[in-house]
């Protein structure tokens, strides 16, 4: 009878926090993670395609500091990036390491950035790294991760790095739990990603020179998540972007296709 009675109450409540997917954490532990994005920006100029690549390697540091504030921080940071011709660049990050990114993360991986370290201009030429953490975790279900259930979700950002430029993003995720595996002697589910996505961004540049580029596409990949652990273990994305670079000046406009490849990994450090 009372075997009975307990399965009815359990029945009558809410799935339990234990069954209900969650980052986790705890004070005084420090996730460290590996990150590594390779790209391919390529420009139909009217002398022929220009290509740009680049490479980003990191590895980050993240502790809670109180309730879902976070900081952040890179121990380690490579940029480079080449274009046409002999133009390479490999800009010195030593003054950003260490220097915190402050954040708020929920339990579903939603996070908001409230503070983020000086980017000198010879970094933000290559890339953006206020906007590191903005697609950085998966954002997780209300329910128990079951191999089968599926969720989406929405981010928007309109957030520009410099005070002149303008940024807006739109990334619709949606997910699907694949199976079940085993990370680390542990539990674990391995999740497919499916992202569309649209960037719009300018700039303006000296002389009156003014850049505007726009972006559209699709992302694929996986993510494993460790629901015991409430940890994000790793994660695998390639995306393909396609648009139009546009230059104005006070002597004309140009305007010209552009697309942008690029792979993506994350990592966690045992």
Not at 20 to 25: D, E, G, L, Q, V
Not at 87 to 93: A, I, L, S, V, Y
């Given at each position: 009878m009372r075997i009975v009675v307990l399965a009815a109450l359990l029945a009558a409540?809410?799935?339990?926090?234990?069954?209900?997917?969650?980052?986790?954490?705890?004070?005084?532990?420090?996730?460290?993670?590996?990150?590594?994005?390779?790209?391919?920006?390529?420009?139909?100029?009217?002398?022929?395609p220009a290509q740009v690549t680049s490479e980003h390697v990191a590895t980050i540091g993240i502790t809670r500091t109180a309730g879902d504030t976070a900081r952040a921080w890179y121990e380690s940071l490579l940029l480079r990036s080449a274009g046409p011709g002999a133009?390479?660049?490999?800009?010195?990050?030593?003054?950003?390491l260490r220097a915190p990114f402050m954040l708020s993360i929920s339990d579903r991986g939603i996070v908001r950035l409230h503070a983020f370290p000086h980017t000198p201009e010879s970094i933000a030429e290559i890339?953006?790294?206020?906007?590191?953490f903005d697609d950085f975790f998966i954002t997780l279900p209300a329910t128990t991760l079951k191999p089968g259930l599926t969720w989406s979700d929405?981010?928007?950002?309109?957030?520009?790095?410099?005070?002149?430029?303008?940024?807006?993003?739109?990334?619709?995720?949606?997910?699907?739990?694949?199976?079940?595996?085993?990370?680390?002697?542990?539990?674990a589910v391995i999740i497919r990603?499916?992202?569309?996505?649209?960037?719009?961004?300018?700039?303006?540049?000296?002389?009156g020179v003014a850049v505007h580029s726009t972006l559209e596409g699709t992302?694929?990949?996986?993510?494993?998540?460790?629901?015991?652990?409430?940890?994000?273990?790793?994660?695998?994305?390639?995306?393909?972007?396609?648009?139009?670079?546009?230059?104005?000046?006070?002597?004309?406009?140009?305007?010209?296709?552009?697309?942008?490849?690029?792979?993506?990994?994350?990592s966690l450090a045992p």
């Open positions: 409540v809410p799935a339990r926090a234990q069954d209900r997917p969650a980052y986790r954490f705890p004070p005084g532990d420090t996730l460290h993670y590996s990150e590594r994005t390779d790209g391919r920006v390529t420009i139909e100029t009217p002398n022929g133009q390479r660049k490999e800009p010195d990050t030593e003054g950003l890339t953006d790294l206020t906007r590191q929405t981010l928007f950002s309109t957030r520009p790095s410099r005070p002149r430029d303008t940024f807006s993003s739109r990334h619709v995720r949606s997910y699907r739990v694949e199976r079940d595996t085993v990370v680390a002697g542990g539990p990603l499916d992202q569309t996505l649209q960037l719009d961004a300018s700039s303006p540049l000296e002389d992302e694929t990949g996986t993510a494993i998540f460790a629901p015991t652990r409430g940890r994000l273990v790793a994660r695998k994305r390639t995306g393909s972007l396609r648009g139009m670079f546009r230059m104005t000046s006070p002597s004309g406009r140009a305007e010209m296709p552009q697309s942008y490849d690029y792979t993506s990994t994350l």
